[in-house]
């Protein structure tokens, strides 16, 4: 197999459609599992909440308007294949272009600073947090989710002692949710990373949210683990943007990675309804 060339400019462009798309569409799953979310809310000032949402998202569908007016910091996951060649350009310099032209042009609103402590507005909404695997094949797939900070800024991070029990992590994780309210604009969707180390358990949590809200875990233990924990979390009554009912979450999706014999590392990442993410492959 031979080698194929994917401009810097192509990937750019795309990235920039990544930007428009994510914001401005719903994935169809989420939108879907909001509206059986509506159906089964038994909280009648929930069940408005969330047909104002499912209108929120319809509407900004069709008039290509953000959905929400945090429209995120870019986050972009990128499967690289071994046998792909960037040429005219440096590969992550493509997609900061294609992030800027998308925010800018698109007329989102611009999130990002360049230092944590002096805030001074990039106006790119750049730099974008990469995360690139390289794999066999050639082609290039790109995930942009644009996350917004209501929701990050409830993560929580806990280094537990690897022999504690399942009941102690999921507890922890509904807690996290649970203990979050309305902030981070429930029904959320919930990512974990389990195991691995902080920084990969932080950049699984993430990932995680972009996972089908169709698809079960492949394993059948930590599909009944998500199962338990959405139940619990379910069961507290926050309900939809904290005003009560049912329906605090949509989904837990938990990714489970290889640790140390020492460690046993717990990161949990909410996504607020508006869990938007786009893909294309090149």
Avoid: W
């Avoid at 810097?8 to 799953?29: M, Q």
């Amino acid at each position: 197999m031979g080698i194929r060339e994917i401009s810097a400019e192509e990937i750019a462009r795309s990235v920039a459609g990544l930007v428009l798309e994510a914001n401005f569409r719903l994935p169809a799953d989420v939108l879907e599992a909001l509206k059986g979310a509506a159906e089964r809310e038994e909280s009648p000032t929930g069940a408005e909440i969330l047909r104002n949402i499912i209108d929120n998202a319809c509407l900004a569908r069709d008039e290509s308007l953000p959905i929400c007016q945090d429209t995120g910091m870019a986050i972009v996951f990128c499967e690289l294949g071994q046998d792909v060649h960037i040429t005219g350009g440096a590969f992550e310099e493509a997609i900061r272009q294609g992030v800027e032209r998308g925010y800018v042009d698109g007329l989102m609103r611009l999130s990002i600073v360049s230092d944590p402590l002096r805030r001074t507005n990039t106006n790119t909404n750049t730099p974008a947090v990469i995360h690139t695997r390289i794999t066999d094949g050639e082609r290039l797939k790109i995930t942009l989710c644009p996350k917004g900070f209501g929701s990050e800024n409830m993560s929580a991070v806990k280094m537990f002692n690897p022999t504690a029990p399942s009941a102690e992590i999921e507890a922890f994780i509904a807690d996290t949710v649970i203990s979050a309210g309305p902030n981070p604009c429930p029904p959320v969707i919930v990512g974990v990373g389990l195991g691995g180390s902080l920084d990969s358990a932080a950049v699984e949590a993430k990932r995680a949210l972009t996972r089908p809200l169709s698809e079960e875990n492949p394993d059948p233990f930590y599909a009944a683990m998500e199962r338990r924990i959405l139940y619990e979390i379910n069961s507290s009554g926050v309900g939809p943007m904290g005003l009560g009912g049912r329906v605090t979450a949509l989904a837990v999706h938990i990714a489970p990675l290889a640790t140390h014999i020492a460690g046993l590392p717990c990161v949990v990442n909410i996504s607020c309804h508006a869990t938007r993410h786009a893909t294309c492959i090149l």
